[in-house]
């Protein structure tokens, strides 16, 4: 089984390129603290992946047969491309990576509700990043913007180390309608006191479109 499990390791970390590296692992719902550590003690592309993923076997289980293994990481890889529903692979993970996962799907969840200028913005006024906390994750990271924000939002995670990632699912979800409304009434200009949308109103205007903040999607688990 070893020489067709790094056959399979091999294959994935020849198809998933770099840049989406760390979003696949998390997928698969390996913990950050590892993700660094791997990256820290290899400096080859191919042997950080190869790490990542013998890491990751090592929490899903040694005795898990190369079937359930290749079912996963078809599953995480098929998610980069959100072609599969997420609860296919939610049923085969175990409950310590199944946690990892979910709050990383959040994450996800709401880069992908914003554009770039919103994210920074939020990061700063909602998740209380600081220009100190920003500058080493720009530097660090001044290839790829999807990165830096999802650095801002674990440094905002290390700060509530004690909620739960469903109460950090309700806190996001919380701020991403706070500042997408907000957003909303200010592009809209100043609202009338107790002005309610008319039905000539357009349905645009209605809380819908690309200020719809993805309270449906968080759920998704």
């Known amino acids: 089984m070893e020489g067709a499990l790094a056959e399979r390791f091999y294959y994935y970390v020849g198809i998933v390129p770099m840049r989406s590296w760390s979003k696949f692992v998390r997928m698969l719902g390996l913990a950050e603290s590892d993700i660094d550590d791997v990256y820290y003690e290899n400096s080859d592309p191919s042997e950080q992946k190869y790490q990542m993923l013998s890491r990751w076997k090592s929490y899903y289980g040694y005795n898990r047969d190369l079937a359930d293994i290749s079912d996963c990481l078809k599953l995480a890889f098929e998610e980069l491309e959100s072609d599969c529903h997420p609860?296919?692979?939610?049923?085969?993970?175990?409950?310590?990576?199944?946690?990892?996962?979910?709050?990383?799907?959040?994450?996800?969840?709401?880069?992908g509700s914003m554009n770039s200028n919103e994210l920074k913005q939020f990061?700063?006024?909602?998740?209380?990043?600081?220009?100190?906390?920003?500058?080493?994750?720009?530097?660090?990271?001044?290839?790829?913007f999807d990165e830096q924000i999802y650095q801002m939002f674990l440094v905002w995670m290390r700060r509530h180390t004690n909620m739960s990632h469903f109460d950090m699912r309700d806190?996001?979800?919380?701020?991403?309608?706070?500042?997408?409304?907000?957003?909303?009434?200010?592009?809209q200009g100043p609202s009338r006191a107790g002005y309610a949308p008319s039905a000539e109103r357009p349905a645009d205007d209605m809380r819908v479109g690309r200020y719809a903040a993805p309270s449906g999607d968080l759920d998704e688990y």
């Open 123 to 144: 990061a700063m006024t909602k998740l209380k990043v600081t220009d100190n906390q920003a500058e080493p994750i720009g530097r660090n990271h001044a290839r790829d």
């Open 87 to 111: 609860e296919l692979l939610n049923r085969k993970l175990t409950p310590y990576l199944n946690q990892n996962r979910q709050i990383a799907r959040v994450f996800y969840k709401v880069m």
């Open 171 to 187: 806190e996001l979800e919380r701020f991403v309608n706070d500042y997408l409304h907000g957003r909303h009434a200010m592009e």
